[in-house]
């Protein structure tokens, strides 16, 4: 070990919570290296990469560790101070649930400079506002993929709206030569200004599982029909399937029982020809973006924007920058009257409590343990337990146990009120956090919280995810300086200064909630939504984490 290094003390650190007993690394810190933690001076006896935890103290076997103020796992061989926990000297361990338990009264942040603040969303006759305008067609069953892919390129094709056009110039330029695209004549003005486009969803199911994945199916499915965000919907059915198109009109029904929405049922098993089904379904699109640009965007207040949160491809910062980052800007639009909704229940695993003692009513909090106990049943039946949650990339990032990964999750949440706890696909109707039962696999949990209500999604990411939905515009916030610049095309908001030091988390969030309100009003055009990113996947219960 030099001289230099030893007689030098690292600041690269961070304790997150005053009952912790391990630190992060701020930046990659080498052997010998001392760090200064309340007045004691820790010599790390090895290297411990940026984003990685090291304990403050000798731990034995048994020992738990604490970070976020919450235990996050226990201690399976001797660690000494200083030493990095590693998935061979710590597992998955949570604080057992408290009897009982409340918040404190919540003080919200100041709102003023948002107080009279609107957004121009689409206002549609049932009261709520969407932040987008978008003609939807949707298939019954998997067998009906390829009929919808057919109307997707038709549709691109007659409308000069393909946003593939770019790399398809390429695919014939590498091919062909640049005389390929040289004679190409430049796209129009859009025919439809006041629509921002038609979204055609695929999935796997609708026959063949179980009669509760059907109806699961369909009630999904009316929740992005009956979202804000949509004008209307064509929808395609086989005919002999499981989910029928009675299931989905019930469950329209349920959501829209004044028939608001205006929705086109084809099925081909009745038509003449899939010719006849293609030209009938195309016109009732076309009819519908008629009907869609009739509507524009007029100034609503933020009381009418719902935010989803989720977290994909998380690193050992996400929950000290992006993660609280976005629980700041929930906060705030909850002040304001508006909406957050809170999902991924196995990485709310290990702060059961804290979110328990935030439920308004006892009701709200025995749903949540109900929905909770539930999920693990269902994945203990196909062998599964929450602490399986982390990925791989979670792990090599420095996110150890799924408790560690939670704690930083649940940070999305911010600190106020649980006002309602929603299964999948049931919708949001109250006013503030919301937690609704998903999986945390990414795209299943995105799905689920557009399906819910959600018109507008901060995703977080350490890692860097694509990740976007068909509905809902998607913004990307980095943990980190250096993943928004390598995927400055994916990622829309950087949280690293505030791991530099350089920004506090208040202002950023003000900054997002803006950035937010210039989306959720069309003048922002999230990368995701640049990049025609439109992932859909329904949630098949038990078998995903």
């Known amino acids: 070990m030099s001289d230099l290094i030893a007689?030098?003390?690292?600041?690269?650190?961070?304790?997150?919570?005053?009952?912790?007993?391990?630190?992060?690394?701020?930046?990659?810190?080498?052997?010998?290296?001392?760090?200064?933690?309340?007045?004691?001076?820790?010599?790390?006896?090895?290297?411990?990469?940026?984003?990685?935890?090291?304990?403050?103290?000798?731990?034995?076997v048994g020992d738990v560790v604490i970070m976020y103020g919450v235990t996050v796992g226990k201690v399976?061989?001797?660690?000494?101070?200083?030493?990095?926990?590693?998935?061979?000297?710590?597992?998955?361990?949570?604080?057992?649930?408290?009897?009982?338990?409340k918040q404190e009264a919540w003080l919200p942040p100041s709102v003023k400079q948002f107080e009279t603040t609107t957004f121009e969303g689409y206002h549609r006759p049932d009261g709520r506002v969407g932040t987008a305008n978008i003609w939807l067609v949707v298939p019954l069953v998997f067998c009906e993929n390829r009929n919808i892919e057919v109307l997707r390129q038709c549709v691109a094709d007659a409308l000069g709206d393909d946003p593939?056009?770019?790399?398809?110039?390429?695919?014939?330029?590498?091919l062909h030569g640049e005389e390929a695209i040289a004679s190409e004549a430049p796209a129009g003005d859009r025919l439809f200004p006041n629509v921002d486009g038609v979204r055609f969803l695929v999935h796997?199911?609708?026959?063949?599982?179980?009669?509760?994945?059907?109806?699961?199916?369909?009630?999904?499915?009316?929740?992005?029909?009956?979202?804000?965000n949509v004008a209307g919907a064509t929808v395609l059915s086989l005919g002999c399937q499981k989910a029928q198109i009675a299931m989905l009109q019930d469950a329209i029904a349920q959501r829209d029982p004044n028939g608001y929405k205006p929705v086109g049922y084809f099925e081909q098993q009745q038509s003449a020809s899939e010719e006849?089904?293609?030209?009938?379904?195309?016109?009732?699109i076309f009819d519908g973006l008629r009907q869609a640009n009739q509507i524009s965007r007029q100034p609503a207040p933020l009381s009418e924007l719902?935010?989803?949160?989720?977290?994909?491809?998380?690193?050992?910062?996400?929950?000290?920058?992006?993660?609280?980052?976005?629980?700041?800007?929930?906060?705030?639009?909850?002040?304001?009257?508006?909406?957050?909704?809170?999902?991924?229940?196995?990485?709310?695993?290990?702060?059961?409590?804290?979110?328990?003692?935030?439920?308004?009513?006892?009701?709200?909090?025995?749903?949540?343990?109900?929905l909770m106990n539930a999920y693990q049943r269902h994945a203990e039946a196909v062998g599964a337990h929450f602490s399986m949650n982390p990925s791989p990339g979670n792990v090599r990032d420095g996110l150890i146990t799924d408790a560690m990964k939670s704690a930083g999750a649940a940070k999305k949440g911010g600190?106020?009120?649980?006002?309602?706890?929603?299964?999948?696909?049931?919708?949001?109707?109250?006013?503030?956090?919301?937690?609704?039962?998903?999986?945390?696999?990414?795209?299943?949990?995105?799905?689920?919280?557009?399906?819910?209500?959600?018109?507008?999604?901060?995703?977080?990411?350490?890692?860097?995810t694509?990740?976007?939905?068909?509905?809902?515009?998607?913004?990307?916030?980095?943990?980190?300086?250096?993943?928004?610049r390598r995927m400055s095309d994916v990622i829309d908001f950087d949280a690293g200064p505030i791991i530099r030091g350089e920004a506090q988390i208040a202002e950023l969030a003000d900054e997002l909630l803006a950035l937010c309100i210039e989306a959720a009003s069309g003048r922002y055009v999230p990368k995701a939504v640049r990049l025609a990113q439109m992932d859909f996947i329904p949630w098949k219960r038990g078998v995903s984490l």
């Open 276 to 284: 006849v089904l293609i030209s009938d379904a195309l016109s009732a």
């Open 415 to 464: 600190d106020s009120p649980v006002v309602d706890v929603l299964d999948y696909t049931e919708p949001m109707t109250r006013k503030g956090l919301n937690l609704l039962c998903t999986p945390g696999n990414d795209v299943e949990s995105t799905t689920g919280l557009v399906g819910s209500g959600a018109n507008l999604v901060l995703f977080t990411t350490g890692l860097g």
């Open 164 to 174: 593939y056009h770019s790399y398809k110039q390429l695919a014939r330029k590498l």
């Open 466 to 484: 694509p990740t976007g939905n068909p509905v809902a515009p998607v913004m990307k916030i980095s943990s980190n300086s250096e993943l928004a």
């Open 306 to 370: 719902t935010i989803g949160v989720e977290c994909g491809g998380s690193d050992g910062f996400s929950g000290l920058s992006a993660n609280p980052l976005v629980g700041a800007v929930v906060d705030r639009l909850v002040a304001l009257g508006g909406s957050g909704i809170l999902s991924e229940f196995p990485e709310l695993c290990g702060v059961e409590h804290e979110l328990l003692a935030r439920c308004r009513e006892p009701r709200v909090a025995e749903r949540f343990t109900s």
């Open 7 to 60: 007689n030098q003390t690292f600041h690269l650190t961070l304790r997150v919570h005053a009952l912790d007993n391990v630190r992060v690394a701020l930046a990659d810190l080498p052997t010998g290296a001392v760090v200064e933690d309340h007045g004691k001076r820790i010599t790390l006896p090895g290297p411990v990469r940026h984003k990685h935890k090291f304990v403050l103290n000798d731990m034995a």
């Open 204 to 228: 796997q199911l609708g026959c063949g599982g179980t009669d509760s994945d059907a109806e699961t199916l369909c009630h999904l499915l009316a929740g992005y029909i009956c979202h804000p």
């Open 76 to 101: 399976t061989q001797p660690i000494a101070a200083g030493e990095a926990v590693t998935t061979e000297n710590l597992v998955h361990s949570t604080d057992d649930l408290p009897a009982d338990g």
